[in-house]
């Protein structure tokens, strides 16, 4: 079946520091989802890829997905410890409700 | 506050109760899902349903039994649970292909 695998599983580093999380799917996808879990939270929607290529930004958080539409990446410039909790992508492989989450990186920000 | 709301947030309950989770959103979504949080694990989903019907059945055990009565309200029947049961239960609605809202989840222990 449908596998979504991140990397890292746990990442720590200083405040101002970048962050970068991967995610990799072992199908194609028709888009993918991008969420964020505070500790002891429900995750939360951050931004949604369709288009092969696609890059958005939001303020830090740079989104990008591959051309291949297989694989994605979360880069967060200059770290704030608002930023610790962590992020899972979700993909869909077909035109369904179906959402696989991936593994999840944990992200610490130490001060 | 997120639109989805969760009864109730925390649960404990023997291996031979038998117990509901409740979920109901009000933000018009036709889809919801179930989906299993443990320790160090990623996002397990369990049950889709799309205007009621169910679409999507993760090979989850019998011991699991969801119900949609409406596009409003979802059910998790809970019975002869076992220990390793014990997890993060997340609701969740969205619209066909649009970022998922989440409820609190309910923090289940199984003793």
């Known amino acids: 079946g449908q596998q979504v695998m991140q990397i890292p599983q746990y990442q720590h580093v200083q405040e101002g520091e970048d962050f970068t999380t991967y995610c990799n799917s072992s199908t194609t996808l028709s888009n993918i989802q991008w969420y964020k879990q505070r500790p002891g939270g429900h995750p939360v929607f951050l931004i949604q890829?369709?288009?092969?290529?696609e890059v958005k930004k939001q303020k830090r958080l740079t989104f990008q997905f591959g051309e291949a539409k297989k694989n994605s990446s979360l880069h967060i410039t200059a770290t704030q410890t608002t930023d610790v909790g962590t992020y899972f992508c979700?993909?869909?492989?077909?035109?369904?409700?179906?959402?696989?989450f991936g593994t999840g990186t944990r992200l610490k920000v130490l001060a | 506050e997120t639109g989805v709301t969760q009864t109730p947030r925390h649960l404990v309950m023997g291996m031979t109760n038998k117990k509901s989770l409740k979920c109901e959103q009000h933000l018009g979504h036709n889809a919801m899902y179930w989906y299993k949080q443990s320790a160090k694990k990623p996002l397990e989903l369990m049950f889709v349903?799309?205007?009621?019907?169910?679409?999507e059945n993760n090979s989850v055990p019998s011991r699991f039994s969801p119900e949609c009565p409406n596009s409003s309200h979802l059910f998790l029947h809970l019975h002869t649970l076992q220990p390793e049961d014990s997890a993060l239960y997340l609701c969740?609605?969205?619209?066909?292909?649009?970022?998922?809202?989440f409820g609190q989840g309910t923090r289940l222990t199984v003793v």
């Open positions: 890829l369709v288009k092969s290529g």
């Open positions: 349903y799309n205007f009621k019907e169910q679409t």
């Open positions: 979700a993909g869909e492989a077909s035109g369904t409700y179906k959402y696989i």
């Open positions: 969740a609605s969205s619209r066909m292909n649009t970022e998922a809202f």
